[in-house]
């Protein structure tokens, strides 16, 4: 990968994680509201709860976004944190946060699916 890349990925990773973080200071869809009425505050839950998922996404998309960054300032970014093997330019490009390259992520995500505790990169 050239530094021209690199870089460009750097600036998408930056944006990215300037984006979630504002994202992440709105809270205001989590806010326990009454209602008198008791459907309404089953619809209010529901959404609150589908808020609250969202910003367990968007943290942990955060939190892979700033150790992606980190990987770039320690020179270690686009190797697996597994096998240590490269990643793939063509996977950098669709995933610019990953940790591990297509094998050692597929493995990842078949122990979580399983059930097993599975180690995540950060």
């Known amino acids: 990968?050239?530094?021209?890349?690199?870089?460009?990925?750097?600036?998408n990773l930056e944006a990215d994680a300037a984006a979630l973080e504002r994202e992440l200071r709105s809270r205001d869809g989590i806010v326990i509201e009454r209602a008198a009425d008791t459907l309404d505050e089953v619809q209010n839950a529901t959404a609150?709860?589908?808020?609250i998922?969202?910003?367990?996404v968007e943290t942990g998309r955060?939190?892979?976004v700033r150790a992606a960054l980190r990987r770039m300032a320690e020179g270690?970014?686009?190797?697996?944190?597994?096998?240590?093997e490269e990643i793939s330019e063509k996977r950098l490009n669709a995933v610019p946060w990953t940790a591990r390259c297509i094998a050692c992520q597929s493995r990842a995500d078949a122990h979580r699916a399983a059930g097993?505790?599975?180690?995540?990169?950060a």
């Open 53 to 56: 998922q969202t910003l367990d």
């Open 1 to 11: 990968m050239t530094r021209a890349q690199l870089n460009a990925l750097r600036k």
């Open 116 to 121: 097993d505790s599975y180690d995540e990169a």
């Open 48 to 51: 609150r709860e589908l808020e």
């Open 76 to 84: 270690t970014y686009g190797i697996c944190v597994e096998c240590e």
């Open 62 to 64: 955060l939190r892979e």
